[in-house]
């Protein structure tokens, strides 16, 4: 059964850093591609960064310069390594990777960006 578990989400300052974590079970995790997206209140899901099976990596517009996105296989998790937040950034954060043609997400961790 695939399960894609989030953590480290939380409640920080601006300027502040988190690293999310995203554990994969139930599909052979190295080779796929996976996703960072988030979803703001009354805000449409979108998409953060991604990391292909090899290693490359795509990061939005607006995370760009702040967020990086790596990858572990041996422990079958992926990151989000995000520095210089601002309240905008305050969403909750999904992993999703998709597999057979079809999106498996996680259960999401709440990212609060508040002073």
């Known amino acids: 059964q695939v399960q894609l578990v989030e953590s480290g989400g939380g409640l920080v300052q601006p300027g502040g850093s988190l690293r999310l974590s995203c554990t994969a079970e139930g599909f052979t995790f190295r080779r796929y591609s996976l996703s960072w997206y988030r979803q703001a209140p009354g805000k449409e899901r979108e998409l953060v960064a991604s990391?292909?099976?090899?290693?490359?990596?795509y990061c939005a517009v607006s995370a760009k310069g702040r967020f990086t996105i790596s990858r572990d296989n041996a422990k079958n998790t992926m990151y989000l390594r995000m520095n210089n937040l601002t309240p905008v950034d305050t969403a909750v954060y999904y992993c999703?990777?998709?597999?057979?043609?079809?999106?498996?997400w996680g259960q999401g961790t709440q990212v609060t960006v508040s002073s």
């Open positions: 990391i292909t099976s090899g290693g490359n990596t």
């Open positions: 999703q990777v998709n597999l057979a043609q079809a999106p498996f």
